[in-house]
C-alpha cells in the first residue's frame, strides 16, 4: 500500500507531482486528496488534457473521471478546448448494437446525475428490445441476452465519472458485502425498502453526496427480479468485487 506523505508535503508538491500522486493513490488515499486538489484547481486545470492523454481510456479510472469534472467546473478556454478535443466524452465506450453513450457520457461529466439516471434506463430498454422500448420498462428476462459489452460500458461510465461510489458493480459488491439479502442492501443504497419508487424522482439524491451505490436506479416496485437479473449478468459478475 501506498504510505501517504505528510500533509504539507502533498500540499506543496508541484502541481504535475500532485496530479502524478493522486493518479497512483489507491481509492481512500485519492479521496484524502480531492479536497487538495479543489484547492489547487487553478494550477491544477492547464496540465489535465495533456494528463489524461497518457492515461488508458478503455478502464473505469475514477481519477481521471474527477479530473475531468475538475476541468468542466468553469467556462473557460479549458474547458472548451477539452469538449474540443473529447466531443464524445474521454472514456473509451463499445455497443455490440450501434448504442451511442455520448450524451451519457456528457451527462455524467457535467454531474447531472437525475438525466444520467434516464439515460441510462432509456439505454437499458433499447438493450432490452423494441417490445421494452414500447412498454416502457424491462423485464428480468430480457436482461440475459444483453451483450455484455454495453453492460460494460454503461457500469464504467457510471464508475469513472462518480468517483467509484455508483453502478451497478458497486450496487453488486454492496449487495455481496450484505450476504445477498436485499432488505439490507436497500438502507445502504439510500432506497429504504424499494418503495420510494412511488415518489420518483423527488425521494432520490441527485449529487455526489448520494449514499455509496445509490444510483443508477433500478425500479423495484415489481420485485427484486430486475435488478437481480443485472447484477447476475455475466459482465457484471466480472466487475463486482469480491
Not at 434516464?118 to 416502457?136: F, I, K, N, Q, Y
Not at 457500469?155 to 432488505?183: H, I, P
Not at 455509496?212 to 449478468?233: C, F, I, K, T, W
Request: charge should be neutral; charged fraction near 20%; include cysteine.
Amino acid at each position: 500500500m501506498l504510505s501517504g506523505p505528510p500533509v504539507t508535503a502533498t500540499a506543496t508538491a508541484s502541481p504535475g507531482a500532485l496530479l502524478e500522486r493522486f493518479q497512483a493513490a489507491n481509492g481512500r488515499q485519492r479521496r484524502s486528496l480531492v479536497a487538495t486538489l479543489q484547492t489547487r484547481r487553478q494550477e491544477l486545470r492547464p496540465l489535465i488534457a495533456d494528463h489524461l492523454a497518457g492515461l488508458d481510456a478503455t478502464g473505469d479510472d475514477w481519477a481521471a473521471g474527477f479530473l475531468i469534472q475538475m476541468l468542466l467546473e468553469e467556462g473557460d478556454g479549458l474547458r472548451a478546448d477539452f469538449l474540443s478535443r473529447y466531443p464524445d466524452g474521454w472514456l473509451a465506450t463499445v455497443s455490440a448494437c450501434g448504442l451511442d453513450y455520448a450524451p451519457l457520457e456528457r451527462a455524467l461529466m457535467a454531474q447531472r446525475f437525475e438525466e444520467a439516471d434516464r439515460l441510462t434506463s432509456a439505454l437499458l430498454r433499447e438493450l432490452a428490445g423494441a417490445d421494452a422500448v414500447r412498454r416502457g420498462y424491462v423485464y428480468y428476462s430480457e436482461v440475459p441476452p444483453m451483450p455484455s459489452a454495453d453492460l460494460d460500458s454503461l457500469d464504467r461510465l457510471w464508475v469513472c465519472y462518480s468517483q467509484g461510489r455508483f453502478g451497478f458493480s458497486v450496487q453488486g459488491t454492496l449487495l455481496a458485502s450484505c450476504n445477498g439479502r436485499w432488505e439490507l442492501l436497500w438502507p445502504k443504497l439510500g432506497w429504504k425498502d424499494g418503495g420510494l419508487w412511488t415518489r420518483y424522482p423527488g425521494s432520490f439524491q441527485w449529487s455526489i453526496d448520494a449514499p455509496e451505490g445509490h444510483m443508477p436506479l433500478v425500479n423495484q416496485l415489481r420485485g427484486v427480479r430486475l435488478m437481480d437479473a443485472l447484477l447476475r449478468h455475466p459482465a457484471l459478475q466480472q466487475r463486482i468485487k469480491a
